[in-house]
């Protein structure tokens, strides 16, 4: 286990829905990140928060809004997808979100299903 | 922008035998360089990282890699495979971008290891 944990792990859901994915990390990290992983496709990063505010958004559609109450744990909040948003969502967490030598930790994802 | 390119999207080893993945990296300063891991339905776990110390860097699992600016390279070994090493690694380089941290991942090489 890396410390950072995801819920829920698999979803499925309509285009009209509302849905939430949730992230955790035990770790005392101040940076946490939301990244896309598609088939066929580089890992995507979506989103950085530091000391939880945000400090990267990497063109993701509005359809996607994250949220970061403390720096333990951070939202991805869904509405309206498209099934080309159907692919694995990682959290992970850092010490810090300015150096670039620190070791992001990685949860195990949430597979999303958009129909 | 510094990009990453892994020169296999498969690579078919049998058990006991050397692994080598190879990663090339382009990057206008000095990177740092991971090797990160993911197993079926796991997260993404770090196998190594370089941060400008020694060239030739030990990580998990028997594994390591060398970095060589003059070829800027980053290629990841094992000296004998095992099979629960049959995963898709990824090489990745680290850059701050608007003073903070990014990661930047190849598209992944799956490693096969048959008995």
């Known amino acids: 286990e890396t410390g950072v944990t995801q819920t829920p792990r698999h979803l499925v859901m309509g285009m009209t829905n509302k849905k939430s994915l949730k992230c955790e990390q035990h770790?005392?990290?101040?940076?946490m990140y939301w990244y896309k992983q598609s088939a066929k496709k580089p890992l995507e990063l979506m989103f950085v928060?530091?000391?939880?505010?945000?400090?990267e958004n990497n063109s993701v559609p509005s359809r996607f809004s994250p949220e970061c109450p403390n720096s333990s744990h951070l939202f991805l909040h869904l509405h309206t997808l498209q099934p080309e948003d159907s692919a694995l969502y990682l959290c992970?967490?850092?010490?810090?979100?300015?150096?670039?030598?620190?070791?992001?930790?990685f949860g195990p994802g949430t597979r999303l299903t958009v129909l | 922008a510094q990009s990453v390119t892994q020169l296999d999207s498969h690579v078919s080893v049998s058990e006991g035998t050397p692994v080598l993945l190879r990663c090339n990296y382009s990057?206008?300063?000095?990177?740092?360089l991971f090797w990160y891991v993911q197993h079926p339905n796991k997260g993404l776990q770090l196998l190594l990282k370089?941060?400008?110390?020694?060239?030739l860097v030990k990580g998990i699992n028997g594994f390591e890699a060398e970095f060589k600016k003059s070829e800027t390279s980053f290629h990841l070994t094992k000296p004998s495979a095992h099979m629960s090493d049959a995963a898709e690694y990824f090489c990745?380089?680290?850059?701050?971008?608007?003073?903070?941290?990014?990661?930047?991942f190849g598209t992944g090489t799956r490693l096969l290891v048959s008995p």
């Open positions: 928060y530091s000391l939880e505010e945000r400090v």
């Open positions: 990057s206008s300063y000095s990177p740092s």
């Open positions: 770790l005392g990290h101040n940076a």
């Open positions: 370089y941060t400008s110390a020694a060239t």
């Open positions: 992970a967490s850092s010490q810090s979100g300015e150096i670039a030598y620190n070791e992001q930790f």
């Open positions: 990745v380089v680290s850059e701050l971008y608007t003073g903070f941290q990014k990661l930047v």
